[in-house]
C-alpha cells in the first residue's frame, strides 16, 4: 500500500510514462509536480523513488545528462495497472461507505419498530 507522497509520485510517473518504454525524467520535475503539497529535497525524492522499486512499480536507473542527474524510469506491469487499482480502492471505499449508511439506516428502523412493539 502507498503512502500519500508515494501516490503523487506514482501519479506523476504514471502520465508521463505511460505509453513509452522508458522516460527521462528530471528530479526538479517530479519536485515541481508535488511542489504545492508536499515540501521535499532530492534526498526523499530518492527514497520515494526506491520504494516504488520496491513495491514493484517502476524500474530506475540514474543516469547524467550534462552532469545532471536524470531519472530513466519504465513501468512495469503492476505501475501500469497503477490508475486501475486506484480507482477499485475509490470503488471499494464508496462502496463500503454505502454499505455502513444502508446498515445503519437498518439498525435505527429496526430499534423503532422494537420500541413500537414493546412500547418501552
Known amino acids: 500500500m ?3 507522497k508515494e501516490k503523487k509520485v506514482m501519479q506523476y510517473l504514471y502520465t508521463t510514462c505511460l505509453g ?3 522516460s527521462l525524467i528530471e528530479p526538479d520535475d517530479i519536485l515541481n509536480f508535488l511542489q504545492p503539497k ?3 529535497n532530492t534526498n526523499e525524492l530518492d527514497q520515494l523513488l526506491n520504494a516504488l522499486v ?4 517502476i524500474d530506475l536507473v540514474n ?3 550534462n552532469g545532471k542527474l536524470v531519472y530513466c524510469i519504465s513501468l512495469k506491469t503492476k505501475g501500469e495497472g497503477y490508475e486501475r487499482e486506484r480507482k477499485n ?3 471499494n471505499l464508496y462502496l463500503i461507505l454505502t454499505r455502513t449508511i444502508v446498515l445503519a439506516c437498518i439498525s435505527f428502523a429496526f430499534t423503532l ?3 413500537a412493539i414493546f412500547k418501552f
Not at 520496491?54 to 512499480?57: A, G, K, P, R, S
Open 54 to 57: 520496491l513495491e514493484n512499480y
Open 38 to 40: 508536499y515540501d521535499i
Open 63 to 65: 543516469s547524467d545528462k
Open 113 to 115: 419498530l422494537l420500541k
Open 2 to 4: 502507498l503512502n500519500g
Open 20 to 22: 513509452k518504454r522508458s
Open 89 to 91: 480502492a475509490k470503488r
